[in-house]
């Protein structure tokens, strides 16, 4: 097997694992509540059958959580694709040190969340949900109050010091 064989393989397991991900999104149902501010509908992923949830706050815990599962399916998946792409003695050797160095990024990535999550979560916040793409790191934050200009900052420094990322985007939602 040469170097584009190698290459297609990793390539078609990305896309199958992605295609996984879809169809479970897709196939749940999206249900969308009557919200007096015509501009910010509730939606909801509850896989419920159709019943619609007026409870924001109950709304807003969901979203933390399901955040937080698909972004460790997300991480289940890939991790396993690398994995395979490890082990296949069929594959090259420069295609597997590829897959070797996406195993190593994509685990400190993880492991660098979960550090910002239990950072920010000890320092009082309700809920955080951290994910980091392509160097970029986007935390939300569940908090009654919005950040002023000082935390904003704090929080930012904090969040460099733990990922060595710059390109931080905080967003906070009640």
């Not at 706050?57 to 690398?82: D, G, P």
């Not at 999550?117 to 569940?142: H, M, P, T």
């Amino acid at each position: 097997m040469n170097r584009k064989q190698g290459i297609i393989i990793v390539v078609l397991l990305a896309l199958i694992a992605t295609a996984g991900v879809l169809a479970s999104r897709l196939n749940t149902p999206l249900n969308v509540a009557e919200n007096k501010d015509a501009q910010n509908p509730v939606v909801s992923f509850d896989g419920d059958n159709g019943n619609i949830k007026d409870d924001d706050s109950n709304l807003k815990a969901e979203y933390f959580a399901a955040a937080k599962t698909e972004r460790s399916q997300k991480f289940s998946e890939t991790i396993q694709t690398l994995k395979v792409v490890m082990e296949d003695k069929n594959i090259s050797e420069e295609t597997r040190k590829d897959a070797e160095s996406k195993y190593l990024d994509i685990t400190m990535n993880n492991n660098y969340e979960s550090k910002v999550e239990l950072s920010l979560k000890a320092r009082g916040y309700q809920d955080v949900v951290c994910v980091i793409d392509n160097d970029r790191v986007n935390v939300i934050i569940k908090s009654d109050e919005p950040l002023d200009e000082k935390t904003a900052r704090e929080i930012k420094t904090e969040i460099v010091r733990i990922t060595n990322l710059v390109d931080v985007t905080m967003e906070v939602h009640k």
